[in-house]
């Protein structure tokens, strides 16, 4: 577990969705696959960039499978 995503700057959202990528880039540079659970839709966008944008480790710049349970689907596309 490693806990939250340090937020300094928690109501400026472009700085937290920057912080969210680079603390899972960082993730998957150190070879671990996130489990992530819980926060608002949000945060998504910042997880899948840091896993599986251009660059990401991770996923060699391919794309990333995300597996999504929720009751709601404004996060569908």
């Known amino acids: 577990d490693l806990g939250d995503v340090p937020l300094p700057r928690a109501n400026d959202n472009e700085a937290c969705i920057e912080a969210i990528t680079d603390f899972y880039r960082e993730v998957g540079e150190a070879g671990c696959r ?3 659970i819980g926060g608002d839709h949000s945060i998504t966008g910042g997880i899948l960039q840091g896993i599986a944008g251009e660059g990401a480790r991770l996923t060699g710049g391919e794309k990333a499978c995300l597996l999504h349970f ?8």
């Open 34 to 36: 996130p489990v992530s």
């Open 70 to 77: 929720d009751a709601h689907t404004d996060a569908y596309h």
